[in-house]
């Protein structure tokens, strides 16, 4: 079946730091794929989108590309906040209204 | 307006007491969708409604019942539940339930307790 391996964390960085989460995925086809994030005590809401092969997605600095080829949609952010801590979510539709998670990745930014 | 509620945002219920989570949209989406959230751990589905028929029941307790008054609502009543159904209860819903690539719309969710 469709599945999302997620890197696990937790990641700890210093504000204005470089981020990379890694995001891998096995399905059928090419489904969309999504990041969503979830703020301490708060739902989740989507980051960004993908919706085909090599389509980048990108939201509030964060970027995330479909890579077909090695099935990847890492998210990136080039200089990260204390704001931007939170539990990031790697997902894809896994079958008619399903949505298949990662784990689930923690980020921590100290100030 | 672009966002699900969801009330109340915490209860704390004794195992024989009855209540009911809300969950409420006025984007016209025609899926919404019952997850529960342990600490650290993603979303799981529960339930699923489809133009205001249930679709899916990823085998939920039946101390877990789902109902879908109209196309904008959507309630998870409980019943008789334990002390490990204590999680985050989130809300979601997406345009169109036949829609593969469509994403999700999360509620803040309900943080419930179970004494």
């Known amino acids: 079946g469709d599945s999302v391996t997620q890197m696990e964390g937790p990641v700890t960085l210093s504000e204005e730091a470089f981020l990379t989460i890694n995001c891998t995925y096995t399905?059928?086809?090419?489904?969309?794929l999504f990041w969503y994030v979830q703020y301490p005590g708060e739902g989740l809401q989507l980051l960004l989108k993908?919706?085909?092969?090599?389509d980048k997605g990108s939201n509030k600095g964060f970027e995330a590309t479909y890579r077909k080829e090695t099935t990847s949609f890492h998210l990136e952010k080039g200089s990260v906040q204390v704001s931007d801590s939170a539990v990031y979510f790697c997902?894809?539709?896994?079958?008619?209204?399903?949505?298949?998670f990662g784990q689930g990745t923690r980020l921590t930014i100290n100030p | 307006d672009t966002e699900v509620t969801q009330t109340p945002k915490h209860l704390v219920m004794g195992m024989t007491n009855k209540k009911s989570l809300k969950c409420e949209q006025h984007?016209?989406?025609?899926?919404m969708y019952w997850y529960k959230q342990k600490a650290k751990k993603p979303p799981e589905l529960m339930f699923v409604y489809s133009y205001e028929k249930l679709s899916i029941n990823e085998s939920v307790p039946s101390r877990f019942s789902p109902e879908c008054p109209n196309s904008s609502l959507l309630n998870l009543h409980l019943h008789a539940l334990q002390p490990e159904d204590s999680a985050l209860y989130l809300c979601?819903?997406?345009?169109?339930?036949?829609?593969?690539?469509?994403?999700?719309?999360f509620g803040p969710g309900t943080r419930l307790t179970v004494l």
């Open positions: 997902a894809l539709p896994g079958g008619a209204q399903k949505l298949v």
């Open positions: 984007m016209g989406h025609r899926a």
């Open positions: 399905a059928t086809g090419y489904p969309s």
């Open positions: 993908a919706t085909k092969a090599d």
């Open positions: 979601a819903s997406s345009q169109n339930p036949s829609g593969r690539g469509d994403e999700q719309f």
